[in-house]
Structure formats: structure tokens, C-alpha cells
């Protein structure tokens, strides 16, 4: 089946840095991706949705300053996490999904775990 | 809004026993409904789903009936096996709106 990669695996920086998460469909053309976050114990949050070549539509309460999202090309999108605080401490997920498929045709990377110390 | 409850793990079982990962949602009208599994190291993976009230679901021996009158989706399977170990995600979505999940059940499985 179809992959979806992301880096890195796991992340650690100190408060006030920026960490950008890669994620990347490896064998087809992503033209939408979708980032969510997912906090201990907590549901899995759609943060936003990119398709390639515009800006991110972003959801209710998601900062869009502080989470930059970059869909530059049909295989990679990009997630900066600004001036990031250890509440930004978080699992980070990203899936794609490929032209004229259903949104039951997603596919999902494995996660970064981001933590701000 | 719509909200899905998993049952809270983690869950541990041994070989062959029976699975049951309980699933309940909140939801103006009907939503399609959903299992999502996640093995160690891997992104998610569609599991089963079923789009109307009664529906079963069923994938890898494993099953879920859309029950409408208790609003349940419960993930079942007769036995289990050590690969059956994974972190399972029940969620919910109206046509093509977005993945509304639950917190996720992560079970193990011992020999």
C-alpha cells in the first residue's frame, strides 16, 4: 500500500526554538495533506488541511502563526512549530491523500513526537 | 460537537482470548463510522468501517456493527493473536467532513 514518511521520529528543543516536521508520500502524489496533534490521553485533533500549491485551512483554535504549514509539492508538506513552548510538546501526525480519492483513502505517517523543554 | 469514547487502556489479553474494545460517539444525525489500527512504528491504518446503522464491518478477523440504538461501534475479535498488538483508533465522519477520532486503545498481547 500506499507510505507516507515522516522526520524526524522524535524531536527535543529548547523553549523559543522553531522545529520544522517533515512528511512525505513516497509512492504517489499527495494533492492533500492533513496534520493533526495528539496530546496524552487525548483524541486525535485535525489541526489543518493543505492542499498543494495554497495556504493551509486551518481549524477553529488552531494558531496559524505559530503552526506554519508549507504543501510546496505534490509528494512533501512541512509543519514549523514557532517560538515553540513545552505546551507545543505534543505527537504530531500527518496523512495524505491522493487526487480524486475519498477521504476514506488516507494515509497516514507514523508520527513525530515533539518535546520542548 | 461530535465526539467519540473509546474505551481507556491499555488492554492486555493473552493469545487467543476475546477482544472487545468498546466504542460509543455523540453525533447529530448518522455519521459513517470507523476503525483506524496503528502497529508499532507505522502511521494508521483504515480497519473496517460501516456507513449505515446495522452495517458490520469486518477485516482480519476483526468485526463492528453500526449499532444506532446505543450509538456503539464496538471492535471485536473471537482470538486474538501476539500480532494483533497495536494502538486502535475508533472514529466518525459526516460525507467528507473531517475524521473526528476517539483517544486511541493500545493493546497488547501476550503469548
Known amino acids: 500500500g500506499a507510505v507516507v514518511s515522516q522526520h524526524p521520529s522524535w524531536v527535543i528543543c529548547k523553549s523559543g526554538t522553531s522545529v520544522k516536521i517533515e512528511c512525505r508520500s513516497l509512492d504517489f502524489q499527495a494533492t492533500t495533506m492533513f496534520w493533526y496533534r495528539q496530546f496524552p490521553k487525548q483524541s486525535l485533533m485535525l489541526m489543518a488541511t493543505?492542499?498543494?500549491?495554497?495556504?493551509?485551512?486551518?481549524e477553529q483554535g488552531v494558531e496559524k502563526d505559530k503552526f506554519l504549514i508549507n504543501h510546496a509539492s505534490l509528494t512533501l508538506s512541512t509543519l514549523t512549530v514557532t517560538s515553540a513552548h513545552p505546551e507545543d510538546s505534543s505527537f504530531y501526525i500527518c496523512?495524505?491523500?491522493?487526487?480524486?480519492?475519498?477521504?476514506?483513502?488516507?494515509?497516514f505517517g507514523p508520527g513525530t513526537r515533539l518535546t520542548v523543554l | 460537537g461530535d465526539s467519540v469514547t473509546q474505551m481507556e487502556g491499555p488492554v492486555t489479553l493473552s493469545e487467543e482470548a476475546f477482544l472487545t474494545i468498546n466504542c460509543t460517539y455523540t453525533a447529530t444525525g448518522y455519521p459513517s463510522l470507523f476503525w483506524y489500527v496503528q502497529y508499532p512504528g507505522e502511521g494508521l491504518q483504515l480497519l473496517l468501517k460501516?456507513?449505515?446503522?446495522?452495517d458490520k464491518g469486518s477485516n482480519k478477523g476483526f468485526e463492528a456493527t453500526y449499532r444506532k440504538e446505543t450509538t456503539s461501534f464496538h471492535l471485536e475479535k473471537g482470538s486474538v493473536q501476539v500480532s494483533d498488538s497495536a494502538v486502535y483508533f475508533c472514529a466518525l465522519r459526516f460525507g467528507n467532513e473531517k475524521l473526528t477520532f476517539g483517544t486511541g486503545t493500545r493493546l497488547t498481547i501476550i503469548p
Open positions: 460501516a456507513t449505515k446503522a446495522d
Open positions: 496523512s495524505a491523500r491522493a487526487a480524486g480519492k475519498s477521504t476514506d483513502t488516507q494515509y
Open positions: 493543505s492542499n498543494e500549491g495554497s495556504k493551509a485551512t486551518y
